[in-house]
Structure formats: structure tokens, C-alpha cells
């Protein structure tokens, strides 16, 4: 087996190149170090929070009117919603508008492609994703720690502040179909009212139950005192020692009696008396219109009540997600390392010099010239 068949070649080759290697070893370290110190030190600042559930902002849980278990934390689609907010361009644009990101990146906002470099450049700083704990966690970079975690904090409270204007824009269209619909029921209510009135007024019914009883007391009445002094009459006319004017008087209160009964039951429209007639003639009529009046002053009663607790809870601020961990200053840049920038780029020159040497010395006895021509 020749040398060129085992692995002493190769240390053999290595050796030749040795100095070669060394020197480019030492060039890719000295350039390595001196690139990576001119390098900025960039500082990561990270905040973490889980979505609230939407179900916070529901009436009957704020004021008690269901016996459903609070939910406090958003399921996965809320989880998924405040990623999607998190990773939208109106947070992006945001940020830059607020912290000057034209100025502080050096990037030219009078450019036509200024708004999508000065995003491209945000975004690669900035990261907001699910962690392993089913949380988002929010980090940004920056050469400026103290800006880093004002960022990080303002950007979270950004998504808050969208995910609560979902939430009320979804309850501010609620409100304005409850306003729609109780202002219609007002409108109703007073039709009926009004022609409540109306009908109480031409059938002089204003206590249906109470104007019944006393009707049909005053009917009983009439007619057990018409059979009294029927009776009574029967008994004393006959008889000649019983006083004319006595005889008289109990005939005046037998007609004033039967008159009364006439007035019952026949509807006079000269007599301002309530008739039997005029109130079974008009009970129905106002009875229904009765009905109606109670029904809407209830639904209304219940429209507003529900109206109230829909407004009261959107002027309550409910958060839409929960903190967990405010972004604080880093004292520690998370880049460049430059130590591992310096060994992967001596790695790296060691490795592509060595397979140069290689090639060069398995190469080395082929005719060129030969090959070219």
C-alpha cells in the first residue's frame, strides 16, 4: 500500500502546508476579531403574556346573570388572534411612527421603497411567537437596552389596545342595534298607548277588573231590590189600613230601581252612567290593547336594562390578554458573540485551506498544458 493510499499522505501533505495554513488561520482570526469589534452590540428585551378570553366582556358574566364558569384565559384561537395582531402591519407602522424607526435605522422615509425597508428592517429585530407554555412572547433588539424594553412594553401594550378595540367595535355595533330597536319599541309603545287612551276614553273604561265588579254589583243590587219591593208591594197594596204614602214611596223606589237596571242594560248615549253594554262592547278592545301596553313597556323595560349592562361593560376596560412578565432592561447583548464568531471563522479557514491543500497537492503532477491542448 503506498503512501498515497492511507491517511500519512494527507498528514504529510497537511505538514508541507502547514505554515500556509497557519497564516491563513492567523488572517481569518485577526480579521474575524477586528470585524466582529466593529460590530454593534445589540440587546434583546422580551415581554410575556397569555390572551384573556373575550368572554370577559360579556354582560352576564360581569354582572352575574349566569352560572357559567369564568374562563379568565383564551382558548387557542385567542391565542392565535393575538399572534395574528401581534405580527400585523398597524403594530409595525406603529412602532415606527412612535419611536422615529426612519431615523434611528438610518433609513430614507422619502424613499419609494422607505416603508417597506424600514418594516423588513423592524421585523428582523423584532419576533412575537408561541412559546412552549402556549404563551406570546414578544422580544425586540437594539442597540439601545433602555429602548429595547420601552419598545417591547409599548408594542404589548399595542396589542392590547387593538384587541380590546375588536372586542368594543363587536359591542359598539350591539349597542347601536339596541338604540335602533328601543327607539322603534318607544315609538310603538306611545302608538299603543295612545290608542289605549282612545278606547278608555270612548268606552269610559279605565279599570277593567274594578269597573266589572261594579256594575255587576250595582246590577244585582237593582234587581234584588226590584224583587223586594215587588214583593213588598204585593203584600201592603191590598191592604187598606197601610198608608197611601207609604204605598207610594215603595212604588217610587220599585221605578227608581227598575230604572237603574233599564240604564244597565241599555246603552243610553245620554246617560254618563257606565253600561253593561258599553263594557262588554269595549272590554275586549281594551283589554287587548291593555295586553299589548304591558307586553311592550316589558320588553322595552328589558331591552333598556340589557342595553345598560352592554354599554357598561364596553366602558369598562377589560384587558384582552394577561401579563405575565414586563419587558425590563437587559443587561446582557444577546449579539454578536464574537468569540464564536472568531472559532468559526479560524474553524472555517482551517477547513477550506486544508481541502485547498489537498486538491493542490493530489493535483500537482497532472500536466496542465497537456490536458489544454
Given at each position: 500500500?503506498?503512501?498515497?493510499?492511507?491517511?500519512?499522505?494527507?498528514?504529510?501533505?497537511?505538514y508541507r502546508w502547514?505554515?500556509?495554513?497557519?497564516?491563513?488561520?492567523?488572517?481569518?482570526a485577526i480579521g474575524?476579531?477586528?470585524?466582529s469589534l466593529l460590530?454593534?452590540?445589540?440587546?434583546?428585551?422580551?415581554?410575556?403574556?397569555?390572551?384573556?378570553?373575550?368572554?370577559?366582556?360579556?354582560?352576564?358574566?360581569?354582572?352575574?346573570?349566569?352560572?357559567?364558569?369564568?374562563?379568565?384565559?383564551?382558548?387557542?384561537?385567542?391565542?392565535?388572534?393575538?399572534?395574528?395582531?401581534?405580527?400585523?402591519?398597524?403594530?409595525?407602522?406603529?412602532?415606527?411612527?412612535?419611536?422615529?424607526?426612519?431615523?434611528?435605522?438610518?433609513?430614507?422615509?422619502?424613499?419609494?421603497?422607505?416603508?417597506?425597508?424600514?418594516?423588513?428592517?423592524?421585523?428582523?429585530?423584532?419576533?412575537?411567537?408561541?412559546?412552549?407554555?402556549?404563551?406570546?412572547?414578544?422580544?425586540?433588539?437594539?442597540?439601545?437596552?433602555?429602548?429595547?424594553?420601552?419598545?417591547?412594553?409599548?408594542?404589548?401594550?399595542?396589542?392590547?389596545?387593538?384587541?380590546?378595540?375588536?372586542?368594543?367595535?363587536?359591542?359598539?355595533?350591539?349597542?347601536?342595534?339596541?338604540?335602533?330597536?328601543?327607539?322603534?319599541?318607544?315609538?310603538?309603545?306611545?302608538?299603543?298607548?295612545?290608542?289605549?287612551?282612545?278606547?278608555?276614553?270612548?268606552?269610559?273604561?279605565?279599570?277593567?277588573?274594578?269597573?266589572?265588579?261594579?256594575?255587576?254589583?250595582?246590577?244585582?243590587?237593582?234587581?234584588?231590590?226590584?224583587?223586594?219591593?215587588?214583593?213588598?208591594?204585593?203584600?201592603?197594596?191590598?191592604?187598606?189600613?197601610?198608608?197611601?204614602?207609604?204605598?207610594?214611596?215603595?212604588?217610587?223606589?220599585?221605578?227608581?230601581?227598575?230604572?237603574?237596571?233599564?240604564?244597565?242594560?241599555?246603552?243610553?248615549?245620554?246617560?254618563?252612567?257606565?253600561?253593561?253594554?258599553?263594557?262588554?262592547?269595549?272590554?275586549?278592545?281594551?283589554?287587548?290593547?291593555?295586553?299589548?301596553?304591558?307586553?311592550?313597556?316589558?320588553?322595552?323595560?328589558?331591552?333598556?336594562?340589557?342595553?345598560?349592562?352592554?354599554?357598561?361593560?364596553?366602558?369598562?376596560?377589560?384587558?384582552?390578554?394577561?401579563?405575565?412578565?414586563?419587558?425590563?432592561?437587559?443587561?446582557?447583548?444577546?449579539?454578536?458573540?464574537?468569540?464564536?464568531?472568531?472559532?468559526?471563522?479560524?474553524?472555517?479557514?482551517?477547513?477550506?485551506?486544508?481541502?485547498?491543500?489537498?486538491?493542490?497537492?493530489?493535483?500537482?503532477?497532472?500536466?496542465?498544458?497537456?490536458?489544454?491542448?
Amino acid at each position: 500500500m503506498t503512501n498515497h493510499d492511507n491517511l500519512l499522505s494527507v498528514f504529510q501533505t497537511i505538514y508541507r502546508w502547514r505554515k500556509t495554513i497557519r497564516n491563513v488561520c492567523i488572517a481569518a482570526a485577526i480579521g474575524s476579531v477586528g470585524i466582529s469589534l466593529l460590530l454593534k452590540n445589540y440587546y434583546q428585551a422580551t415581554t410575556i403574556f397569555y390572551p384573556a378570553s373575550p368572554e370577559l366582556a360579556n354582560p352576564e358574566l360581569i354582572f352575574g346573570f349566569t352560572s357559567q364558569v369564568t374562563n379568565y384565559f383564551g382558548s387557542d384561537r385567542d391565542l392565535d388572534r393575538l399572534a395574528e395582531i401581534a405580527n400585523s402591519t398597524e403594530v409595525v407602522d406603529f412602532m415606527v411612527n412612535k419611536y422615529r424607526l426612519y431615523d434611528h435605522y438610518d433609513i430614507d422615509s422619502t424613499a419609494k421603497d422607505g416603508p417597506h425597508k424600514v418594516r423588513k428592517h423592524f421585523r428582523k429585530l423584532y419576533s412575537a411567537l408561541k412559546n412552549k407554555n402556549d404563551a406570546i412572547e414578544l422580544s425586540i433588539e437594539d442597540t439601545d437596552p433602555q429602548l429595547a424594553a420601552d419598545m417591547a412594553n409599548t408594542a404589548r401594550n399595542k396589542i392590547n389596545e387593538i384587541g380590546q378595540r375588536l372586542t368594543k367595535n363587536s359591542q359598539a355595533k350591539l349597542i347601536e342595534t339596541f338604540e335602533d330597536n328601543i327607539k322603534r319599541k318607544h315609538a310603538d309603545l306611545t302608538l299603543i298607548g295612545d290608542s289605549l287612551r282612545n278606547m278608555q276614553a270612548k268606552y269610559n273604561i279605565f279599570s277593567a277588573g274594578a269597573q266589572g265588579e261594579q256594575l255587576s254589583s250595582q246590577l244585582a243590587i237593582a234587581e234584588s231590590e226590584i224583587t223586594h219591593y215587588r214583593a213588598k208591594l204585593e203584600i201592603l197594596e191590598p191592604n187598606q189600613n197601610i198608608p197611601r204614602d207609604t204605598i207610594a214611596y215603595i212604588k217610587a223606589n220599585l221605578r227608581a230601581y227598575q230604572r237603574e237596571r233599564q240604564q244597565l242594560m241599555t246603552n243610553d248615549p245620554n246617560s254618563e252612567q257606565m253600561t253593561l253594554k258599553q263594557y262588554n262592547e269595549g272590554l275586549p278592545l281594551v283589554s287587548v290593547l291593555s295586553d299589548l301596553h304591558f307586553q311592550a313597556r316589558k320588553q322595552l323595560s328589558y331591552d333598556l336594562e340589557r342595553y345598560n349592562q352592554i354599554k357598561s361593560a364596553y366602558n369598562t376596560d377589560i384587558p384582552s390578554l394577561h401579563l405575565v412578565e414586563a419587558a425590563e432592561i437587559p443587561r446582557i447583548k444577546s449579539r454578536p458573540k464574537r468569540s464564536i464568531l472568531v472559532l468559526v471563522s479560524v474553524l472555517a479557514a482551517l477547513i477550506f485551506t486544508t481541502l485547498a491543500a489537498l486538491l493542490a497537492e493530489a493535483y500537482r503532477d497532472i500536466n496542465w498544458e497537456k490536458i489544454t491542448h
